[in-house]
């Protein structure tokens, strides 16, 4: 199977062909392997005198070096993102998640003569009673006091990854070397 020195391709076999090895991030010696280091350098990892680093595609989607209107700038080797996010309220807008309610309870028709709660009934508010020991049917309107729904979920890991098929990416080793324009 002929390539260009350098070439990735996908390959839906159990083995590297001869001449081709797996992209999985291997250091090779420079002295075995000079065509293909004159090409990557050490773009993907290894020292630059001795030995040099082969792309690593395990469980990487392949995105193009360079800039387009609008998009993020990849120089050629360059890696991101992660499999995994913890979701924290930081990495959220602002909003809030309003909440209802009712209170099935008799209470008092008259104002208020205590200012505890202990064995008395909601009665019409006064600045500083709100309570009554008698409770005379329809309850009078309240005033609420804001709710606010608890913090949910733990900041547990979530996987943000797209749906995924395994295959293996090759790298040609041996071949035809790739001329300059």
Same mark, same amino acid.
């Given at each position: 199977?002929?390539?260009?020195?350098?070439?990735?391709?996908?390959?839906?076999?159990? @083995?590297?062909?001869?001449?081709?090895?797996?992209?999985?991030?291997? #250091? #090779?010696?420079?002295?075995? &392997?000079?065509? +293909?280091?004159?090409? +990557?350098?050490? =773009?993907?990892?290894?020292?630059?005198?001795?030995?040099?680093?082969?792309?690593?595609?395990? %469980?990487?989607?392949?995105?193009?070096?360079?800039?387009?209107? %609008?998009?993020?700038?990849?120089? #050629?080797?360059?890696?991101?993102?992660?499999?995994?996010?913890?979701?924290? !309220?930081?990495?959220?807008?602002?909003?809030?998640?309003?909440?209802?309610?009712?209170? +099935?309870?008799?209470?008092?028709? =008259?104002?208020?003569?205590?200012?505890?709660?202990?064995? !008395?009934?909601?009665? @019409?508010?006064?600045?500083?009673?709100?309570?009554?020991?008698?409770? *005379?049917?329809?309850?009078?309107?309240?005033?609420?006091?804001?709710? =606010?729904?608890?913090?949910?979920?733990?900041?547990?890991?979530?996987? !943000?990854?797209?749906?995924? +098929?395994?295959? &293996?990416?090759? #790298?040609?080793?041996?071949?035809?070397?790739?001329?300059? *324009?």
């Amino acid at each position: 199977m002929e390539g260009t020195v350098g070439e990735i391709r996908m390959f839906a076999g159990n @083995f590297a062909p001869r001449n081709w090895a797996y992209c999985q991030g291997q #250091i #090779i010696a420079i002295q075995s &392997n000079t065509a +293909l280091f004159a090409i +990557l350098g050490t =773009v993907y990892g290894g020292n630059g005198t001795t030995n040099f680093g082969l792309p690593n595609m395990s %469980g990487r989607t392949p995105v193009g070096a360079g800039q387009g209107p %609008g998009l993020s700038l990849y120089q #050629i080797g360059q890696t991101s993102g992660t499999e995994n996010r913890t979701l924290t !309220s930081a990495n959220l807008p602002a909003h809030t998640h309003p909440v209802a309610g009712s209170i +099935l309870m008799p209470a008092s028709t =008259v104002l208020g003569n205590k200012d505890a709660p202990q064995g !008395s009934y909601p009665a @019409f508010f006064t600045d500083t009673e709100a309570y009554n020991t008698a409770s *005379n049917g329809a309850m009078a309107p309240l005033q609420l006091s804001p709710l =606010v729904v608890g913090q949910a979920g733990n900041s547990i890991p979530y996987s !943000s990854r797209q749906p995924v +098929l395994g295959i &293996n990416y090759i #790298i040609c080793m041996f071949g035809v070397f790739p001329a300059r *324009n």
